[in-house]
């Protein structure tokens, strides 16, 4: 039978970079290893956490950190890391909080946690919507705005109408895209809708 374990993280910031404190307390606590990150320049780096969450990684483990703010760097990244134990059956201990999400009362964190972050999702959902309803009332169907306007488009439909002598087209598509500082496909799309038929009165 494997023997579960309680894995300590900590974190030292750019002004506290003595780390001696938080391994003192996580030794204290029972961690069998302790990982600790120096706070750098890239936040997205954290090799130590990364080493931690591979030893925590089987139900019933622990995941021992100081401070909640060791852990993640921001809210997001905090929902990230309590679903990701919580998927794993990893329990989280928080020192100064005497949070222990192998109790009934610690559980709820991890509810919480996730609470916030169905709230967060609702909320940008929401903010979509409306301003896709918003759009529509201005006459917009959303996505980027039409990069030629109407007087623009008229003008790139008489240059690709326009011919030579020899009966052969003027303007490729190519050069009116550029007259213009958009894509050739922008054109093409412009030129189809104006070659739509229009529907009888």
């Known amino acids: ?5 309680r894995i300590g993280y900590g974190r030292v910031s750019t002004r506290d ?25 890239k936040l997205g780096r954290r090799p130590e956490l990364d ?8 139900s019933g483990d622990q995941l021992v950190i100081t401070k909640l703010d060791r852990l993640g760097r921001s809210l997001e990244h905090l929902i990230e ?6 998927s794993r059956g990893v329990d989280l201990v928080v020192l100064d909080r005497g ?6 009362i610690g559980r709820l964190f991890f509810q919480i946690i996730g609470a ?27 996505g980027q705005k039409p990069k030629l306007g109407p ?18 087209r003027k303007h490729t598509v ?15 799309r412009h030129l189809d809708n104006t070659n739509r038929p229009t529907a009888p009165a």
Request: glycine content about 8%.
């Open 17 to 41: 970079q003595h780390p001696e404190a938080q391994h003192d307390a996580l030794h204290a606590a029972g961690c069998e290893k302790v990982f600790v990150d120096t706070a750098s320049g």
């Open 51 to 58: 080493n931690a969450l591979l030893s925590a990684n089987r």
């Open 99 to 104: 949070i222990d999400t192998s109790t009934s």
């Open 151 to 168: 007087r623009q488009v008229k003008l790139a439909r008489e240059m690709y109408d326009e011919t030579g002598k020899d009966g052969k």
């Open 116 to 142: 916030i972050a169905e709230f967060e999702h609702a909320l940008m959902s929401e903010r979509t919507m409306d301003g896709l309803t918003a759009a529509r009332a201005r006459g917009r169907t959303g």
């Open 81 to 86: 890391l309590s679903k990701l134990l919580d």
């Open 174 to 188: 190519g050069q009116i895209a550029a007259e213009f500082g958009v894509s050739r496909p922008t054109i093409y």
């Open 1 to 5: 039978m494997l023997r579960l374990m």
